[in-house]
């Protein structure tokens, strides 16, 4: 699993700094006003955007089917939520931003509720992991809005 998310961060990350695709992805994302006015089609950037959105989220559902061996019509909430949290944890718009909030994200998961509660005393900690992912994007936006690699400040709109 650790290998086929590296392989599609790293495919990612080509693809968006090296293909002319990417550099149209860059520049809507910047403006879409002053992108189509550069002669780039916005509404076939935001369609393949979403492709390869859709593709990625398809990779890590059948990594979470084959991880946790289950496959259920809501299987993808909780990890969604998740993948959101780690994307503004890291810095929404920065790819690397948001596999490094995946990978704190991860780790205050796996260790926090032992780190912080066990020794508070309070029975099944484990049970409370979900609650410490949020609290600490809470703590994130209310110190950093724009995540640990983003620009520190809310986005200007």
Known sequence: MIVAAAVA???LSWFVAKTTTGKSMRAVAEDKEIASLMGINVDRVIVI????????????GVLYALAFQQVKFDMGFLPGIKAFTAAVLGGIGSIGGAAMGGLILGILESVGPTLFLSGAGVPS???????IAF?????????RPGGILGTGEPEKV
């Open 125 to 131: 900690s484990f049970q409370l992991k979900d609650v």
């Open 49 to 60: 955007t979403f492709a390869i959105g859709g593709l990625l989220a398809g990779i890590a």
């Open 9 to 11: 961060l790293v495919a």
């Open 135 to 143: 609290l600490i994007l809470v703590i994130v936006l209310i110190f």
